[in-house]
């Protein structure tokens, strides 16, 4: 009997570690809970698993549109005004590695260009124009020349011309000036500056006061001539 229910007794021991096991398994269960508790309220809070667009921005930002990117290009006419022929063989250098410009030369990567200002487009005899060149069709007058120096590949669509172009119009009026000095002898553009504001206003203030001293030798007061 005694020997029967003392090996059914479990040990001191033992009983007080299954105890401690239980305690930790439940204070893990709970902050388990504890956790999964905040998180769902923090997510109801502050919208964590929808996020919204509020309906103002925090920041806005004005965004000022410029006018433009400058003062305007000036006419071609004017620019021709501005330059010389010799001007124009400076910056030819940039064209003479394709191009021939003496009388009977020959062609290279592209077309020689003796006597062209004036003359019909695409039409140099021996040189293998682009169809898209041939085309355009009219001759090479001054606006048609600058609009070409600018950006050839922009004007004809399609061109075998590479060169990017001459984007100051006072450099593509001075090589249209000395193209024109070689063999061609096309007639300048009239370019008649604007008046100046400040000297349209002397000039009518000059006039007035002329027709006052005039009328006043005549004898008649102006402005009593002007209310009759």
Same mark, same amino acid.
């Given at each position: 009997m005694t020997q029967d229910?003392?090996?059914q007794t479990p040990p001191s021991g033992q009983k007080a570690s299954g105890d401690l096991f239980n305690t930790a398994a439940g204070w893990v269960l709970f902050a388990a809970a504890l956790g999964l508790g905040l998180s769902?309220? @923090?997510d109801k809070y502050f919208h964590g698993s929808g996020a919204e667009r509020p309906e103002q921005l925090g920041y806005v930002i004005a965004v000022t549109e410029e006018a433009g990117d400058g003062p305007a290009?000036?006419?071609?006419?004017e620019a021709l005004t501005k330059v010389t022929a010799a001007d124009g063989e400076k910056v030819w250098s940039k064209c003479q590695s394709c191009h021939s410009i003496n009388a009977g030369g020959a062609n290279g990567v592209g077309p020689n260009l003796h006597g062209i200002m004036?003359?019909?487009v695409a039409a140099k005899p021996g040189f293998g124009y682009s169809g898209a060149l041939k085309g355009l069709g009219g001759q090479w007058d001054w606006e048609r020349?600058?609009?070409?120096l600018k950006n050839p590949r922009g004007y004809v669509d399609g061109t075998k011309m590479a060169f990017a172009g001459l984007s100051k119009i006072e450099d593509r009026a001075a090589v249209a000036l000395y193209l024109n000095a070689n063999g061609s002898n096309l007639a300048l553009p009239a370019f008649a500056p604007a008046a100046d504001g400040a000297?349209?206003?002397?000039?009518?203030?000059?006039e007035g %006061?002329? %027709? @006052?001293v005039a009328a006043a030798e005549a004898g008649s007061d102006p402005a009593a001539a002007a209310a009759e």
């Open positions: 229910s003392s090996s769902i309220l @923090a290009e000036m006419s071609f006419a004036g003359a019909a020349m600058n609009a070409w000297a349209e206003g002397e000039a009518a203030a000059a %006061e002329a %027709e @006052a």
